[in-house]
């Protein structure tokens, strides 16, 4: 699969086909960031259906290597994960909850509120450096 990048309103991002693979293993993150770069863009919308199977379970370690690789680059994904699609281990959902509160990664049920929440500008916590 081939990523796709779209601009709406103004706002560039890299965006996933739905319902079709791109992460077959960890490393394909590589290529998320690339594009991204290449694209001159950090921001990153993907589907459920692109993600690693068992990027959902927290104790595979998968998210966490994923999220730590685009936070390096500085780049934002968004998921768009409707309801029922995908089963949340106990342990992503305390994740995605902290989550919540940082400006980097989010799970939503559309692509309207996955660009929605890209599109709004990023303001780093104080003592962050930027980051």
Sequence with gaps: ??????????????????DEPFMSRVDDVNRLVEACLSNKTALALLYAGNLTRAFFDLS??????????????????????????VRFSTRFGEMLAEER???????????????????????????????
């Design 60 to 85: 595979s370690g998968e998210a966490g290597t994923v999220l730590q690789k685009l936070r390096t680059y500085r780049v934002r994904l968004a998921v768009v994960c409707p309801p029922g699609s």
């Design 101 to 131: 509160l940082r400006p980097h990664f989010g799970v939503f049920e559309t692509r309207r509120d996955a660009r929605e929440w890209l599109r709004r500008p990023t303001v780093s916590p104080p003592g962050d450096g930027g980051r």
């Design 1 to 18: 699969m081939e990523l796709a990048v779209i601009e709406e309103e103004g706002v560039r991002v890299v965006e996933g086909v739905p």
